[in-house]
Each structure stands twice: as structure tokens, then as C-alpha cells.
């Protein structure tokens, strides 16, 4: 009978690298695969999620689907769902424990009830997924600390979150674990030292690593990477020496963005099997964001701090554009002046919605089709998480002159528009505007070519984030993230829009969690 893996997720965010796991299932055989026995997750937005996706897993259709289809899009309330759907929230409760739990400090808790799972379960496969916060490790984040004053990298805890990992794989001793995290972690330093080998050399041996004294010396791992096999000779060429062979460049492996992480493959010294791998990044067909972005419905913005007015945001967008018109056309940018006034003529004829309510999904059926099948299994019966930011008027003019910029592409310049790019009228109040130091704080992303990497910072502002369409004139929507992400439509983001995007920005792209699942499940399986 076909084996079904045990699986513990841990900083687990809104459970991007669980739906790729969850959601695998081996050819010609009727196994799940693999099966979520625990989530762990601090933050209370992405633990709804969370728990929201682990009660979509617990329901095989039916009524059961209608409930929580009903509640996603806005018909019933989340305590009428509750109640209707009683012993499956219960059982998606159980799984994320009941509430927003932290590693390090809600140890007792995780701790028993890993041992409890392990009891429960004996001499059946496991698996540990998850990454650490990457905070510490990222280039933006040590940029930001080295501006604190009395910053010490040693003093920092979140370096050392690492070994609440090790603690729950000395406790599971799981057969495989994938651990993942910024490819910033390769570079970070404490006390001088690089961490990374040290948190390679901890985790072959977690037991011996925490000193624990026990009669037995726990498993023992062999780290590897994902993507080529020890002897990495042939791989070179593409940047795979040493320490970087862990880095998995997303956009070569089916998702649709330039996301690249480092993602560690460990598997336990007794199994005798070596795992496959994704391969070296050859002959990739990349897909352009708008293969994800042109089904979803055209939304526009609105002006921030003010009531919805079509005609007003249209006014506004006019009169940015009749500012740096004549401007452009000094600087020799003469396609892109031609760019804004085809935007303004379509404007005056049709203004985009701004709601995407009722709306069917949709998708390019240019894009690959795994990947749309993906995308669209199971589509609710509405767009989800697609509503726009409000922006300043000032801003609707540097989106409507990025978007357009991309779409001219000027001959010899970058396809986004850098600082020195930009128009004086339409340079923003900022000292350091000029000074090199900001020169892609507005970016767009251009139709036709793979997304720049979604990231965390999107919760804070729309400005490395622009449509590319000009008539949109506005930064992406939360889940036009979520496609560049690689979740499917039907998966829900709980909270209000701001950690809403932040969830997405930190998940790991399902897609890819999908395919990392496939070569966990061909060693264990």
C-alpha cells in the first residue's frame, strides 16, 4: 500500500512550502503523499491562513466545499462556517495548534506535542520542512542593522533561530528535512565568522550539536542541494560553486519570477537512496508575468484618502501626464511621450473598474498548462484578494511614466526606469533622490519578461511593484502577487491587506514547494 509521509511545518507563514507538499501526489497511485500533522506559525494573520488552508485540505467536497467557498467570498461570516463545518475546523485547528505559537518561546507546547505525534505514529516516515525568519540573513535587513546604534550580530537571536529547527529535528529525527532561507544567509557573519557552514556542520548531527546527553546519538544527516548533485563540476558555469549550488533561481524551474533562495535537502545517513535532482538551469522557457497577470480583471486605482471617483482619478492621471509631456519630449524620449497619450486616449474611452467582485478567474492559455491547471483547480467563483491601493497623485504619475517607459523601451536603457530616467517633474521630495543610492526605488513589471522577486516589502508601498499596464496606472494587487507566487486562486489570505502582502512575500512559491515534494517522495515514498 502506497505510503503516506508525516509532515511538521515550521515557520510556516501562510504555508506556501506545505501546499506544494500537501498538494503532491504520486503518479498512479491514489496516496496523498504526504500529510500535514503539524504547522507552527507566530504571526496571527498568517496563522488564519494557515488554519483556513488546512480546513480546505480536511474537506472532499460536497457541502464542505460549498461552506467554505461561501465564506472566501463573503456569504457567510467565519463563526457561521465554524459552527457548520465543526469537527473539520477542529481537526485544521489541532494542526496549527490552536492559535499563534512561537519557537523559542512556546517551546513546551510544540515540544509535547511533537512527542505525542511521534507516539502516535511510530516507526512511520516524517518529514521537516520550513525555513527560519530570514531577517538577520538578508542584504536589505544587515543594511538596516549596521544604521543601529550598538548593533551586535552575536546579540542578535534571530541568527541562532536555527536551532529551534535542530530541537524539533533531534525530537522527530525525520527521515528528510528541506530547510529554507535568502541566499543573504551565504554572506552573513557573526563575530567575523560566515554562519552558513557552521548551520551546515549543526545540522548533520542536530543531537551532537545541542549537547544533549542520551544513550543514543540521533540521526545523522547528509546535506544536499536541490538542484545539482555532488560533484558539481559540470555546473559551474552557472554559478554553482561552493556554498551557491544551494541556491534554487526560481525562474528556471516553472515559477514566474527571479526568486532565488538557498534550500537545503538533508536526508537521513541510513536511508540508502541518493535523492534526484531539479537540475542544472539550462534551456529554460521563463514565463513573462503577464502569462499570470493579463486573465485576472483590469482594476484601477483610486487617489489616496479620498472617496472612489472615476472621473476624478482619470483627471488626476491626465493632468500628470500633460505635465511631463513636454518634459519627455526634450529628454528624447519620444516613444515614451507616444506611450503616455495612447494610455490617455483609452482612458477617456473606458476607466477600469476598481473592484474585481464577481469576476471569473482566468488565466493566459499561453502559460504552461501544469501550471494553469495549478493556478485554476478548484477557481472559486470569484476573483480573491484582488482589490487596489490607493495612491498619491503624484504617484500616479511616476506609474503611468514607469509602465509606459516599459512598454517604449527606450533603445540602450534599462526596461524599468532608474532615478536619473525620470523627468524632474516627476521626482519625489526625497534628499537622496539623486544621490545613487535609490536609483530603481520605482520599478515596474514588464510585460513580456519573467517578475522581479515578490518580496515582503510590497506591504509597505506599491513602488517595486507597478503594473505594467499604463491604463492601470497602479501597483499590483495581493493576488496578483499570489499568481507571481504560484498560489492557486482559491487560497484565501486572511487579515487586512497589509499583512496580507507581507504573507505572500515571505512564502516559499507552492509551484516550486510541488516539485521539491517529488524528489522528497522518491527517496521515502
Known sequence: MPNTINVIDLFAGPGGLGEGFSAYSPKKQKSSGFQIRMSVEMEENAHKTLTLRALYRNLTGGSGIKHYSDYISGKIDKPEMQSTLSSEWAAASEETLFGPTKLGEDNAKIHARLHDLKKSKQGENWVVIGGPPCQAYSLV?????????????????????????????????????????????????????????IIINDLKNPRKTLKKRSKSRGREYQIYSFVCPPDRSDFFDFGYEDDRSYIIKSEYYGVPQTRHRVILLGVANDIDKEPTFLGKPGNADFIPVDRLLSGLPPLRSHI????????????AIQTQAGKMRGELIKLGY????????????????????SSSKYSKNKIDPKAPSDLQNWILADAPPLVLNHETRGHKESDLGRYLFSACWAKAKPEGRPLSPKAPD?????????????????????????????????????????????????????????????????????????????????????AVPPFLALKLAAIVYELIG
Open 304 to 315: 489616496s484618502r479620498r472617496e472612489d471617483d472615476p472621473e476624478e482619478w482619470a483627471m
Open 422 to 506: 525620470f523627468p524632474d517633474c516627476l521626482a519625489p521630495d526625497h534628499a537622496n533622490w539623486r544621490s545613487g543610492k535609490f536609483t530603481d526605488r520605482f520599478r515596474v513589471q514588464v510585460k513580456g519578461h519573467v517578475a522581479k522577486t515578490i518580496t515582503s516589502h510590497i506591504k509597505k508601498d506599491g513602488h517595486y511593484f507597478i503594473h505594467y499596464d499604463p491604463t492601470q496606472c497602479r501597483s499590483l494587487t495581493v493576488r496578483e502577487a499570489a499568481r507571481i507566487q504560484t498560489f492557486p486562486d482559491n487560497y484565501f489570505f486572511e487579515g487586512a491587506r497589509t499583512p496580507q502582502f507581507e504573507q505572500v512575500g515571505n
Open 141 to 197: 535587513g544587515r543594511a538596516r542593522n549596521k544604521g543601529k546604534k550598538d548593533y551586535l550580530p552575536e546579540n542578535d537571536h534571530r541568527h541562532y533561530l536555527y536551532q529551534e529547527y535542530l530541537k524539533v529535528l533531534d525530537i522527530i529525527e525525520p527521515d528528510v528535512f528541506v530547510m529554507e532561507n535568502v541566499r543573504g544567509i551565504l554572506s552573513s557573519k557573526v563575530e567575523g565568522e560566515k554562519i552558513f557552514p
Open 334 to 353: 519620444k516613444k515614451v511621450a507616444e506611450e503616455v497619450d495612447k494610455a490617455q486616449q483609452k482612458l477617456r474611452k473606458n476607466y477600469p473598474t
